[in-house]
């Protein structure tokens, strides 16, 4: 229930011990009848103060700046009683006095908060976030360190001192001390914001810092291998075995789709017959959790046939050999410097290949591609789409023989 009155009051105290003619201003928060008074730690000269104002008379430089401090200090008596009425709690006059005066309630500090929320993330691990997650948030968090102690000298801040220009200094902090290049930055504003909403669900934060700042990630082109490109890697015959060896889970991962972590956790017994006789792979994407149904092309058999045999496959807790994810990207880079291949090849871009030069270039349908690489939304397939010149080509013709 709200309350049935509610006024506010300034007016002049006579200190018992003080003897001076000036006298201190006070604040009386009244709510139905009820009085608290807060000082200001302001003096006053009664023969310059209007008490049916409760203001400063006269318009010289310090009645003015008495006067902007007492228009403050009513509006967050105001923005007290709506924080109480948000918060579900009862507006009473004491209850406004320990909000004004940070009386009862342990201020929420923005590390403690962030911190907890790493510790629950990595209780976590395995069940509802891989470990990739945790080292994302525990960098943001560093970061989030780094910059209160960078912009106001503290080891950490109230949440309530939150708001959009913390927000904006953060995000040109990233980008010139950090040198973060926009998406990276992007990625950093949203792991705080998650934070910040964990606040503002628990009630501890009224506003969002982040309503009118924009964050939305500018488009990256993906680099992916061409057939021409494919078959360079395939056919060559490279002089040490190492180089054959990760040549062949790179070109087991451009066959299927699977990212560096799915490829290197496949088991022998995630793979069984599929509803058309078919080897299929079953799954689920560590990043993600989310579920992979996947057919596997002829190519894809025959690497793991190839590999059935070896030490590392013979128990049957790994399909392929698989090296680190380290080893793996500096010997694809021996690989493309062999085959004389212009790009950064990384095992992520296997990935990118099965989406493009081997699915959607050959007319898979971008539904069925998505439902492979394990996304959740179109939306997540859609860029590789956009990047296709021989999609549109291999449609257009389509259409083409229909009208003809």
Known sequence: MLEKSFGLLFFLKQSKKSTKKERYVYLRITVDGISKEISTKRFWNPSRWNASAGRAEGNKEDSKTLNAFLDTLSYKALQAKKQLIESDREVTSEALKNVLLGIGEK??????????????????????????????????LDHTRSFIQWKYGSVDMDIQLLDYEFISGYSFWLRSVQNCSHNTTVKYLSNFKKIVLICIKNGWLIRNPFVQFKMVKKEVNRDFLSWIEIQKISEKQFATERLNHVRDIFLFSCYTGLAYIDVKNLRKNQISTGIDGEQWIYTQRQKTDSTTRLPLLPKALQLIEKYRDHPQCQDGTHLLPVLSNQKMNSYLKEIADVCEINKPLTFHIARHTFATTITLANGVPIETVSKMLGHKSLKQTQHYAKILDTKISFDMKALREKLQ
């Open 107 to 140: 201020k929420k500090m923005i590390l403690e908060i962030f911190k907890e929320h790493n510790e629950q993330v990595e209780a976590l691990l395995g069940k509802e976030f891989a470990p990739g997650t945790l080292q994302r948030y525990r960098t943001s």
